[in-house]
């Protein structure tokens, strides 16, 4: 883990409320696991100011340096709405890479990605990760769930990765009407996965986690919690494990990758 104050490489809007921001940062991320992520300040922000988590969507490499990393964030309040003015050249204070990330067997093959609006920020890195692991990606799908069509991002990325990608949204204005969940199950019932990785709101991996268990399917979540440190001093990113002692497991160092059978969620 290291603390830099790193130059903002761009800053693209990619939907009405999202955002690719590109950072300069040091070799350190040639370790980055997909599902790791930062801690941000930015400089105008005071020292007592919380940073804030954002998970690491891909790293940015040429011939193999790596240059920095990318994320991708939606504007909700005061911190990502400065950010998303920030200019080429302007700075911003990171803490990373932090947190665990996905563990996939290396023998698993048909792998079930499921993505919940900006939850598909740190699936992006895990898919180009099993592609550089030489993992051919034609036997697994991705699943892109929400509200709006505003709301699916990426697509076109993961397409490129060969794939298969089905989308869904709560009104219809993009592939098919309803919960991202129903497309899982209906995925399942087909032809069960080797492993499910999802990230996106509490609710729908609180699902996830539940179907996975129905199917006996090995399943790792990324949960979002509000994170005060992200590095184990506060301890207010507790979550409830189901080990019977009825230990605390925290979000920020236990995860925020978890295995979906280690946590009291469902
Ligand atoms: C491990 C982790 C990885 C994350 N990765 C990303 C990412 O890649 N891209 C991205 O856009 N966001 C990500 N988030 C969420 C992101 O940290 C918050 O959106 C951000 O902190 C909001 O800051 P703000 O000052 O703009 O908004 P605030 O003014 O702090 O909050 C605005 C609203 O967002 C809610 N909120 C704040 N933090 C969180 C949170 N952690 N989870 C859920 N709701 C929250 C608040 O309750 C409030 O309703 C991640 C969170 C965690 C814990
Ligand atoms: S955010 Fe402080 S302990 Fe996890």
Partial sequence: MVQEKVRVLWNKKVSSSCYKIGLECGRKYLEAKPGQFIMLRLPEQPVPFLRRPFSIHRLIKKDDRIEG????????????????????????????????????????????????????????????????????????????????????????????????????????????????????????????????????????????????ETYSVPCRISIETIMACGIGACLGCAIESKNKSGKYLHVCMDGPVFDANMLKIS
């Fill in 69 to 212: 990393i990318e994320l991708l964030y939606k504007v909700v309040g005061a911190s990502t709405e400065k950010l998303s003015g920030y200019k080429v050249g302007d700075y911003v204070d990171i803490v990373g890479p932090l947190g665990t990330g996905f563990s996939v067997p290396d023998n698993y093959r048909r792998i079930f990605i499921i993505g919940g609006g900006i939850g598909i920020a740190p699936l992006l890195f895990l898919a180009l990760a099993l592609d550089e692991k030489g993992v051919d990606l034609s036997s697994s799908t991705l699943f892109l769930g929400g509200r709006t069509k505003d709301d699916i991002l990426c697509k076109d990325d993961f397409a490129r990765l060969k794939l298969r990608v089905q989308i869904i949204t709560n009104d219809g204005s993009s592939g098919e009407k309803g919960l991202v969940t129903d497309l899982l199950e209906k995925g399942i019932k087909e032809k069960k996965p080797d492993i499910i990785c999802a990230c996106g709101p509490f609710a729908m991996l609180r699902s996830v986690a539940r179907i996975a």
